[in-house]
């Protein structure tokens, strides 16, 4: 598997850490089942997923990849600073 | 016997080999196989399961009978197919799975109680009695399974792995593949080209035909010197392309050295045993070529017959006739060239057999014509065949069969990614999906298209199909010309009849295994596979999975399509484990990390720990000192009584500046930095999103925007990713920076009452407690290198860190250590540290076990209420906050065993010591020369609450029983009256 | 049709003619008591357990593929019960208990061996931990054995003891800990439960799940709707698509998990071997065969297959702990898909629909629990009261945090347990 890092370019998957689902966090006073669900529930679709990866052995860039969980094909990569998954402060 | 004037071996130089202690003869460029052959030597091997006696099937890495064992001690290297193993000088090769000898096979006596071994007998007996199942017979099945053995011993040799990149990768070099390095080759693509055979070429070496009107082997030759120029191809013969992988990744396996005596591949020498590469192909083009077919008839599985296909290339490249009388059955035209080089090389044919009515006639032999050969007889060697025809059965004298049902494309590849193939009832075979995966395209025989030109004309298309991808432009250099013959095929699978007919011949799977699992409702071909283990030996079905599922198509009344087929998995040949786990040996299993004090912790004799990658000191022996107890016991008395210095570098140094440091820290943290005053030093407890404990550690302000966070030395890295996190997903908008600086500095603990004096010997600038109070931090100089001092203590007493860069560590730590050898103290390691601190009640890892919440560890005060921080929310749930968890507490010994253990557990004493009554668990302990005993700290339900109590401690593991008494986790100076000074 | 020592030498006598099928394709019927949803070796053991502990016949087992196709049939074989968090310990010592029995209880040799498995700890933290898990198990009742560096050696003397990264220290071990044939636990299950009038219904995709007023009716599939009381889960790495048919978000990411068998070699290795550096759980098949696994290539996936990393990866530890097996070859490697949970624990709960029960988040330990998983599920489908062994895999705990059993600490990270 490759991923191409938006600054890096094509770049094999041993480089990269793999963290989950690319989720907006909830605000900090949301009600504990908003948290449960950020925390431990997933869509988990057999198809395309928003995801976080962190090319760790790389530039260190997080990145939010879009890829087929079925195929493996990936649709889109980008820097997770552009993500807005930071939810309220 | 090998035939003058035939074969690419003509003029070879002989080689000496040995088979089974027998010295033999070859020639160079023989493989193992041919050189047998050409000896004469038919019985090679025995089969798994009913050792029946086996010889040469075929000529490629296919080959499921002929598997020998080559080498001894540790490098004895088993199930090598005869067929790829090049011959060289010296080679000694000789078969396995059988006792006494090949000849003679003890286990032979399994084929006279074949019918008790049907398919999936083995599931419906050896139950009675229970007990007999591990004792005897599973024993006795592990003795007489397996194939070759290995020698037990670590292996010897080298291994290499290895990536490369390309334009267009082609997968094999026969036609199809040739013309696909050509055309992109001459438009200035970056190829590869790799060839599982030692030599470039694919069947082109084993036919006789003409391209272009000249001889194939003149037109291979001319084509390879123009791709050997080009600067852009590669080639790469004796690599295997083993799988495909996602986004263009191939794995291939190149042996570098085993058609070379073996000392050519002994670590330490120029060259390994074998290259594993990891190749990222923007395209490929995949010419594997097509694997030819057994017919399933009654015995033929003896020595002696052989493949069509392979029958011809022993003739044709290496100049080796398999037999003297050769008869040939098969069910297309393919098959009838071997027929004709081996008439044209003036081998006597004595039949050939066609089950077509329409088969071709031939001036050179006679064809029989709609007939099937039923049966065979002889031992140890092939002796007749028998022959069904409208006109009866006739028995014909024979030494060879060899047989064809056909072609099979080799799709394997191109169902690496899931990919299913599509039949095609034209040529009665699979063939690949096309984009099955992304890049890659089938061209020539691999894709059905069995004849040179088809191959030559799809191979070059593909190419041109690329080179458009590419955006290259492609020469228009003329297609050359070949033989365009069609591909006439008519359904054979078996031949009807009693006994048994092998479909897959290592496993011996027969047509009514088959037959018989269908009847036991095992019609899924999976689940058909699996009752039977049809495919699944070394081959991996490569000769027979075809034909067994058209059996059970058959037999369950559904066509080919329907009834499916296995799924082809990497790899498509066995690789050795030391090839794709080249570099792990010894060693080089993960990097090691050094700390700048090794080499004085080497010459002072440490006992070196592994933490992590890193190596850590565990403690430093004196003379005298006969276990590391007394060292350990010494070394906390010199923290305690005058100075220690231990390295503290492998902490996680974290560097954060910018405007929003602060912000950073008092997110991250669970506790505030906002507030902590510059030149200060402040403990953090920092939690995951889920609430419970990361990680702790301690932060100094520098300055008003400049932080230096310490973490644990195993969460370093997971720390560092996780301020990155926050930086870069969480809160981009913050002007802060994170960069982890553990490498940079070397840091020295200095503890102990005389630290102080120590440090003042070695300052620049001498320190005192006022200008230096408890988590100080600042700058200072040593010898006029600038440095950072932290006052801060892990072991209770007063202690400092001294920071500088890592350049200086070795003579700062000689430093150190020479005068805190004047003042009574010395260097103490990780055990003394470890007792240290358990005897101050100071976490680590042994606690942080990812379990445990700040509550658990007495800390819930420290969850700032007054700001918002990663895990606050989670950390409130109702399961992390419930006053019934585990607390941790400090451990005393009781009672007359003054022994506690880490990961002993606790129960009350009048309780059973059974798992519902369990209260608790030791995370550490370490003895403790100040009190005398051993000490511990643990996590206990409700612990806070139960100081005071007795609690009774069980470690089975450890035979240790006692009792001992709760108390607060801080066995020493609980004021901390000492860490002031 | 019993099967023994002397049926196969009278079938062998008579040309294996009697041999009859070992469950039937019966026609989906419109309605059944409980429907299980997958055929793989939780949901054939529920069918059977149903079948045999509670009397429940009227079921239908509906399976897209074949029986047995999932991760029952693409698995390292590994049995052994050695977890040390409550709520585990007691399930998988029950599921052990069960292992032990199998054989004779199902009148099918499923080449369940008690091998023993040696956990190997290569420093002093690890050496704790296996002591505290140790003792965990000897206070649920099971067996467990600390061996030093030389006891170790006895045993396995082909591990690298002498140039090692990290030096082997010592193990756990567990006696009663062992391989079983994997697809043969399919088949007895699915046998036995055939035998007791379970319809087992393959290539039968259920593609809905029909929920009426908070209560579940049946479902729809490939082959039509059917109509049922209860309706129970079994769909290992699938189980968040058919929660999500009857509207519920599980606490579950699936993961592909590589595993890896080599060509068949002569016995070498005689226990279940695993290392804690670098992850590795290694035995030898009665075939001969080499067969181990590592981590998850650890990203989300459906796909069954996995890359190259996570192989290299599994290769240099063998090579680096086992270099004795250098020489063999890697025949085949496979994916299997996995339900990675948030505390790398399972769930066996009713789901918030009524008559719609929960079986999943095996993460990858789910072929050990096979016979404990159906016999739990079973106990609670038919009684609606969660069996003694299972009281804790309840699907609340995530919310609540009471009760999470994260066995690698590694906290709620799907992938890393």
Known sequence: MRLSCPLCGDRDRREFYYKGAALRRPAPDADLDVWHEHVNLRQNPAGPLAEL????????????????????????????????????? | MRIAGKGLTQGAKSVNFTFNGQHLMGLEGDTLASALLANDHHLVARSFKYHRPRGILTAGSEEPNALVTLGTGAAQDPNIRATTQELYEGLEARSQNCWPSVEHDILSVNNLAAPFFGAGFYYKTFMWPAAFWEKLYEPMIRRAAGLGALSGEADTDAY??????????????????????????????????????????????????????????????????????????????????????????????????????????????????????????????????????????????????????????????????????????????????????????????????????????????????????????????LESITVRSVRGEEKIQTDCLAMSGGWNPSVHLTCHLNGRPTWRRDLLGFVPQPDAVPGLRAAGACNGTFSTQGALCEGAAAAAEVLEALGLQRHGAPLPQADDAPYRIAPLWTVPGKGRAWLDFQNDVTVKDVTQAAAENFRSVEHMKRYTTQGMATDQGKNSNVAALAVLADVT?????????????????????????????????????????????????????????????????????????????????YVRKAVGVCDVSTLGKIDIQGADAAKLLDFVYCNTFSTLKQGRVRYGLMLREDGFVMDDGTTARLGQNHYVMTTTTAAAGQVMAHLEFILQVLRPE?????????????????????????????????????????????????????????RISFSGEEAYELALPACYGDSLFRSLLSRAEGLGGGAYGMEALNVLRIEKGFITHA??????????????????????????????????VDPDRVQMVGLKPIGAVKELSAGAHLFNPEDPVERIYDQGYVTSAGFSPLMGHTIALGFLKQGANRIGDEIRLVDHMRGLDTLCEVVEPVFFDPEGERTRG | MRFSGWRVLKEGLTGNKGWGPHWRDPQPKREYDVIIIGGGGHGLATAYYLAAEHGITNIAVLERGYLGGGNVGRNTTIVRANYYLPGNSEFYSHSLRLWESLEQELNYNAMMSQR????????????????????????????AELLDRDAVRK????????????????????????????????????????????????????????????????????????????????????????AA?????????????????????????DQVITFAEGHLYISQSDKGGLVFGSYLDFYSSYAARGNLPMVEHTMETCVAMVPAISKARLLRSWGGIMDMTPDGSPIIDHSPIEGLYLNCGWCYGGFKATPGSGNAYAHLIATDRPHGAATKFKLDRFRSGHGLMDEEGTGAQHNLH
């Not at chain 2, 082809?568 to 030391?578: E, K, L, N, Q, T």
């Not at chain 3, 040696?118 to 003792?135: E, F, P, S, T």
């Open chain 2, 557 to 637: 009344g559904r066509s080919i399509p329907e009834t499916g087929s296995t799924t082809f998995r990497p790899p498509f040949v066995p690789v050795a484990i030391g090839a794709m786990g080249a570099g792990a040996a010894d060693q080089g299993f993960k990097p090691q990390r050094f700390v700048t004090s090794q080499d004085v912790a080497e010459e002072r004799g440490a006992s070196q720990l592994e933490v992590g990658l890193w190596y850590r000191a565990a403690y430093f022996p004196k003379q005298g000192e006969t276990s590391w107890r007394q060292s350990c016991d010494r070394e906390v008395m």
């Open chain 3, 155 to 242: 045993l396995a003397p082909y591990l690298n003891f002498d140039n090692n990264r990290f030096p082997i220290q010592g193990a756990l071990m567990q006696r009663r800990a062992g391989t079983a044939r994997h697809d043969a636990v399919a088949w007895g299950f699915a046998r036995g439960a055939d035998m007791r009038g379970v319809d087992l219904i393959q290539n039968c995709e259920v593609t809905g799940i029909d929920v009426e007023g908070g209560k579940v009716t049946g479902v729809q599939t490939a082959r039509g709707p059917i109509r049922a009381k209860k309706v129970a889960l079994a769909a290992a790495g699938r189980s968040g698509q058919v």
């Open chain 2, 160 to 381: 290499e792995k290895a990536f490369a990149f390309c334009d267009l990768l082609v997968v094999g070099s026969g036609p199809a593949g040739l013309m696909a390095a050509l055309t992109a080759g001459r438009a200035g693509a970056d190829v590869m080209m790799l060839e599982e055979d030692s030599r470039m070429g694919g069947r082109l070496l084993v036919e006789r035909e003409e391209i272009n009107g000249k001889p194939a082997a003149l037109w291979l030759a001319e084509a390879l010197a123009e791709l050997q120029a080009m600067g852009n191809v590669r080639l790469m013969s004796r690599t295997a392309v083993t799988g495909a992988y996602d986004q263009g990744t191939y794995g291939a396996l190149e042996r570098v050295s085993h058609h070379l005596p073996r000392n050519h591949s002994l670590k330490g020498s120029h060259r390994p045993r074998e290259c594993f590469w990891r190749i990222a192909a923007k395209h490929c083009v995949l010419a594997a070529g097509a694997i030819e077919r057994p017919v399933a008839f009654r015995n033929n599985d003896r020595p002696g017959v052989m493949m069509a296909g392979a029958v011809r290339a022993y003739l044709n490249r290496w100049g080796v006739a398999p037999g003297e009388r050769i008869t040939l059955f098969a069910n297309n035209d393919d098959a009838h060239r071997t027929a004709r080089d081996l008439a044209a090389a003036g081998v006597h044919l004595a039949a050939v057999i066609d089950s077509r009515h329409d088969a071709p006639d031939s001036d050179l032999f006679p064809v029989l014509k709609g007939a099937q050969v039923c049966n065979t007889s002889g031992g140890k060697r």
């Open chain 3, 116 to 143: 023993s498995i040696l956990n190997l700890y290569h420093n002093d933290g690890q050496r704790d931990a296996a002591v505290r898990r140790g003792n965990s198990i000897i206070n649920q009742g099971d067996d």
């Open chain 2, 734 to 790: 913050w002007d802060v920076r994170a960069t982890s600086v553990t490498e940079h500095w070397a840091q020295f603990a200095v503890a102990g009452p005389k630290s102080r004096e120590l440090l003042n010997a070695l300052l620049d600038q001498p320190i005192d407690s006022e200008g230096w109070p408890f988590m100080a931090c600042g700058e200072v100089s040593v010898l006029g290198v600038k440095g950072r001092l932290f």
């Open chain 2, 847 to 880: 606690e942080i076990n990812g379990t445990v919440t700040a509550q658990d560890l007495g800390m819930a005060g420290m969850l700032s209420k007054k700001k918002t921080f990663i895990g606050q929310a989670m950390a409130a749930r109702p399961g992390l």
């Open chain 1, 53 to 89: 990866w962190y090319h760790e052995m790389g530039c260190g860039s997080w990145l939010t990849v879009t890829r087929n969980t079925v195929t493996h094909e990936i649709m889109e990569v980008a820097l997770a600073s552009t993500s807005g998954l930071g939810g309220p402060a």
């Open chain 3, 245 to 269: 048919m009857a509207g519920l978000t599980l606490p579950i990411e699936s993961h592909v998990l590589q595993a890896f068998v080599t060509e068949g070699v002569k016995p070498l290795i």
